[in-house]
């Protein structure tokens, strides 16, 4: 924050109306004179108060690591794109592309259960040639979901298609409603402008697959082949059998294909299960954040001795990455926004990739003046909007790589404590009184009021950046890079 001289505040109150003059972030400490100048139309009595915060936040437990300094939000913003975890250095500053407001990096947000829906599948693998999308390009596909037709009645369902050399390549096909494909048929794309000609001897005998669906495509469900799904070991995956199709059927997973049927063994690893495939509600859950990445991780149907897929599995990855970040403002800077002036397709520049955001959550950020049981006394962040009972908020653990709990606000006073400076005072009218020495510290704020609204409050101080409140962010990681990108420091 840039030192500020001369008039910080001027306002006249409405009569007997308590008001915020003046308030420093954080990061400053004000030091001055009070001017208060009664007009000419009658007397009044006044008062000036010092408020130590702006908000006593009432937790519902005792036991949230939160500390004199500690940063506290509710503002997530979703991602365009992931931001790997390590360039996600807490307290990195994001300007938006505009130049115009910029905004800091708490820390990313712990991602949800991922959920893959399952079906099993009775598919066809029916070898093309003469594969062509209508529009010279090099590699041809048939879209995942889409539906494809013979100009004869019979239509299905794309669930894969894997590409080969001189316009050829194999597509996967369920729910073929209307008859049967034929050699010689050329199936055509729905959604693509994708065709391709079944070959003599292209049609293979039907097989039932594991499908799967990750809701990132609504309700397209894909038979990997081509591109396998990447799982990283933070996080807990599940996978919905609540499908009928999948009666009867037991998922698991194993580091050989077909697992228990093939002579290998089944992954139990963070394994929880509940329901019986097919019914409502069944699902099998593996977290993975004490698992150690592996490159095939193949699905199977241990009820089936047969189902032996080595074509089709999930991967692992330990290089983190996170769409959803939480963000925060300690000060005002030159004239900068904050980030409450942040919307959605706003855009920033940081190591060399560009990130829009999607989506914005919440709008209550805070530094944290104070913490005892279940009492935490807070100096709300410029543009920060007030908190309410109900609010949520991650805790600060000091060791690297703590688990964080979520602290849920229970009640809230936003009638900080009162310092007097003056009290009662009667003012004459057309009198001017000076109110020396005034120091207001970092959180801290000027209330002001006059009974009959009869005065007007001039604050002619100096301000300045102090470091009275050390800010120690949450650390994820002892790995993360130090070096600034571009867009960030």
């Not at 400076?421 to 001017?432: C, E, G, K, L, P």
């Not at 120091?439 to 002001?448: A, E, F, N, R, T």
């Given at each position: 924050m840039a030192t500020n001289t001369g008039v910080l505040a001027n306002s006249k109150p409405a009569a007997n109306t308590e008001t915020t003059i003046f308030k420093n972030d954080v990061k400053s400490s004000t030091t001055g004179t009070l001017v208060a100048s009664c007009d000419g139309t009658g007397s009044d009595t006044y008062e000036v108060s010092l408020r130590p915060y702006d908000q006593d936040l009432t937790l519902n437990a005792a036991t949230y690591k939160l500390h004199r300094g500690d940063v506290i939000t509710n503002v997530k913003w979703t991602l365009s794109a992931s931001l790997p975890l390590e360039d996600a250095i807490p307290g990195t500053k994001f300007t938006s592309t505009d130049g115009e407001k910029c905004a800091y990096l708490l820390d990313v947000v712990d991602p949800a259960v991922t959920t893959y829906l399952t079906k099993f599948k009775s598919l066809i693998a029916f070898t093309l040639e003469n594969v062509d999308d209508g529009a010279s390009s090099a590699e041809p596909d048939y879209a995942n979901g889409e539906t494809v037709t013979n100009g004869a009645g019979v239509s299905g369902v794309v669930y894969e298609f894997v590409p080969g050399e001189n316009d050829a390549g194999v597509v996967w096909v369920g729910d073929i409603t209307g008859g049967t494909f034929a050699e010689g048929n050329v199936l055509t794309g729905g959604s693509s402008t994708t065709v391709g000609t079944i070959s003599t001897g292209g049609i293979a005998t039907a097989v039932g697959k594991l499908v799967f669906n990750d809701g990132a495509g609504g309700s397209v469900y894909q038979y990997y082949l081509q591109e396998q799904p990447q799982l990283l070991t933070d996080r807990t995956y599940k996978f919905d059998v609540s499908d009928n199709s999948m009666t009867g059927k037991v998922l698991q997973f194993s580091t050989t294909a077909g697992g228990t049927n093939n002579g290998g063994a089944e992954w139990t690893e963070g394994k929880t299960t509940s329901g019986t495939a097919?019914?409502?509600?069944?699902?099998?859950?593996?977290?993975?954040?004490?698992?150690?990445?592996?490159?095939?991780?193949?699905?199977?149907?241990?009820?089936?001795?047969?189902?032996?897929?080595?074509?089709?599995?999930?991967?692992?990855?330990?290089?983190?990455?996170?769409?959803?970040?939480?963000?925060?403002?300690?000060?005002?800077?030159?004239?900068?926004?904050?980030?409450?002036?942040?919307?959605?397709?706003?855009?920033?520049?940081?190591?060399?990739?560009?990130?829009?955001?999607?989506?914005?959550?919440?709008?209550?950020?805070?530094?944290?003046?104070?913490?005892?049981?279940?009492?935490?006394?807070?100096?709300?962040?410029?543009?920060?909007?007030?908190?309410?009972?109900?609010?949520?908020?991650?805790?600060?653990?000091?060791?690297?790589?703590?688990?964080?709990?979520?602290?849920?606000?229970?009640?809230?006073?936003?009638?900080?404590?009162?310092?007097?400076?003056?009290?009662?005072?009667?003012?004459?009218?057309?009198?001017?009184?000076?109110?020396?020495?005034?120091?207001?510290?970092?959180?801290?704020?000027?209330?002001?009021?006059?009974?009959?609204?009869?005065?007007?409050?001039?604050?002619?101080?100096?301000?300045?950046?102090?470091?009275?409140?050390?800010?120690?962010?949450?650390?994820?990681?002892?790995?993360?890079?130090?070096?600034?990108?571009?867009?960030?420091?």
């Open positions: 097919g019914s409502g509600g069944a699902y099998v859950q593996y977290d993975l954040s004490a698992s150690e990445p592996v490159s095939n991780w193949y699905p199977h149907d241990q009820a089936d001795a047969t189902y032996q897929d080595s074509d089709s599995f999930f991967t692992m990855s330990n290089q983190f990455v996170y769409n959803e970040i939480w963000v925060y403002s300690q000060e005002e800077e030159s004239g900068l926004g904050v980030v409450s002036d942040w919307i959605t397709t706003n855009q920033f520049l940081y190591r060399n990739a560009t990130y829009t955001i999607n989506t914005i959550a919440g709008d209550s950020y805070s530094t944290v003046l104070s913490h005892s049981g279940t009492s935490t006394k807070v100096a709300n962040g410029p543009g920060s909007a007030l908190w309410v009972g109900s609010d949520t908020f991650i805790e600060s653990p000091r060791q690297v790589s703590a688990t964080k709990n979520t602290a849920t606000i229970s009640s809230v006073s936003n009638d900080s404590d009162a310092d007097l400076y003056v009290q009662a005072d009667a003012i004459a009218t057309n009198v001017s009184e000076h109110n020396k020495g005034i120091i207001i510290g970092p959180g801290q704020s000027i209330k002001v009021k006059a009974t009959n609204g009869k005065v007007t409050f001039i604050l002619d101080a100096f301000q300045d950046t102090v470091a009275e409140y050390s800010t120690t962010l949450y650390q994820r990681s002892d790995a993360y890079q130090t070096d600034g990108g571009e867009g960030g420091d």
